[in-house]
């Protein structure tokens, strides 16, 4: 079951710049700084109330955040809402004929299990569950 919120990814071109900008404009310091191998990813963590913003910058040139940035220049990337059950989440909007990028978890930022629904399904944003 769908519980909140969890976190708003924004793709950024320099994780060093990115954070020192969050960190002015929110008043509040980075909590965390992660490198994702499967997501070739480089992550900064910022909590605001009960969730999270993530900060994405690609550690490779074929990564999708590098893609993201080649096409939009940074931004909004992905919204992602917690679950209590993921892979039931996932069997529920298959069902409803949305597109999985992730038919089954894969472990991302925080240890936490996650799966992308694909944009096209999703009114052009891109969904991620994550446990």
Known sequence: ????????GIAVKSLEDGIALYESMLG???????????????????????MH???LCPTSDDSPIAKFLEKNGGGIHHI??????INSDLDRVKTLGINLIHETPITGANDKQVAFLHPKSTQKVLTEFCQ
């Not at 079951?1 to 708003?8: L, P, Q, S, W, Y």
């Not at 992602?80 to 059950?85: N, T, V």
């Open 80 to 85: 992602a809402y917690a679950s209590s059950d």
């Open 28 to 50: 509040i310091k980075c909590e965390k700084i992660e490198v994702v191998e499967s997501q070739q990813v480089k992550t900064a963590f910022f909590h605001i109330g009960d």
């Open 53 to 55: 913003i993530e900060l």
């Open 1 to 8: 079951m769908i519980e909140k919120v969890d976190h708003i």
